[in-house]
Structure formats: C-alpha cells, structure tokens
C-alpha cells in the first residue's frame, strides 16, 4: 500500500494552482468549464482586445437573455442570478473603466431585463430584486461620473417611458446622484408635461 505523502503543494490555493502553468490551466479550464464559466471567459477575453469587442459580447447576452420567455425552475435560479451579478460586474467594472458610455447603454439594458425577468423568476426571497437595488447604486456612480450631457439622456428616456420599475431605483440612488444630473433628470421629467 503506497503511503500517502502529506504535502501543502496539493491544497487548492493560488499559489500552487500558478505552479500548474497558464498552458496547463487553461486546458483544464477549456475541458471543464460549465456555459456560465465559457461566457465569462469570453468577456474576459473581449475586455483584453478592447472596449467594443466587450460591449458586443455583453450585449448578446442581454439580448439572449431579454428574448427567453422560459420559466426558471427553483433549481436554474441561482445559475441566473450569479450571471446577472456577473453581467454587472462586466459592465461597470471592466467596461466601466474602459468606456463608460458603453458601459451606462448596457447597464440600462441590463435594469430593463428586470421585468421580463419577474415573470419568469420565482423570487420568494426577493434575492433578484435585491440584485437589481443593489446595482442603482453603480448606476448612481456610473451616470454621475459622466455628468449630465451624456447622462441624462440615456437615464430620461426609462424614467419617462418606463417609470414604475425606473422610478425606485433612481429614488433609491437619487442621493448618489450628482447634483447637476439629478437637477438635469427632474427638468426632463416635468418640463412640459405634467408631474409624473
């Protein structure tokens, strides 16, 4: 019986996973990756060529995932939920940097899932809407870094035709909010047109 050498080079950390070698990992990675572990490693690979190869892949994953209309079963759930917060961290961590414009086009069309994702979600727990709360805030961050010529634009055009979801998380980032931007949203809401 072979006896079993006790070794700290075996244990699952970083460092000895360095010591296995890019190569050797990534051909461990490319064979066992789950479809949520392949899309990821695909953004990560568009972030390194550049911000539009980034923008694009995101944006065929909100696309596939606005065009689902199939039910998520209580075991799917958090499958979808880690991708969604996934998505964000794309969004406005690694585009953000790059690219920030891109970045609010797509954290938008990411806030306009939510509905779509309502119906085909249980969500007992509310953990999906928490998700979407929690993002206001880099909303608030992301929008206000920009200032409001670039903006206001993109956040009027939902809080005028899709206020009901819009109104909540902009009310709960409104703080974070620049005061310019948050004055250039007000006069887009009401100016002309009655209170919303």
Request: proline share 6%.
């Amino acid at each position: 019986m072979v006896r079993r050498a006790s070794s700290g080079k075996k244990t699952l950390s970083e460092a000895n996973l360095a010591a296995l070698g890019a190569e050797r990992l990534a051909a461990i990675l490319v064979e066992t990756a789950s479809p949520a572990l392949k899309r990821r490693l695909r953004m990560e690979l568009a972030a390194e060529v550049g911000a539009a190869d980034l923008a694009f892949e995101l944006d065929k994953r909100l696309a596939a995932l606005e065009s689902s209309r199939t039910r998520v079963s209580w075991r799917k759930r958090p499958e979808l939920l880690a991708e969604l917060k996934t998505l964000l961290s794309m969004i406005v961590g690694r585009l953000g940097e790059m690219e920030p414009a891109l970045a609010l086009d797509r954290l938008v069309a990411c806030f306009d899932l939510y509905p779509g994702l309502t119906r085909r979600v249980q969500d007992p727990k509310g953990e999906l809407a928490q998700i979407f709360d929690a993002a206001a805030h880099d909303l608030a961050a992301l929008a206000s870094r920009l200032g409001p010529e670039i903006a206001a634009p993109v956040l009027s055009e939902p809080l005028t035709t899709r206020l009901s979801d819009w109104a909540v998380w902009i009310g709960r980032c409104a703080g974070e909010l620049s005061p310019d931007l948050a004055q250039r949203l007000l006069r887009d809401l009401t100016e002309g047109r009655p209170p919303p």
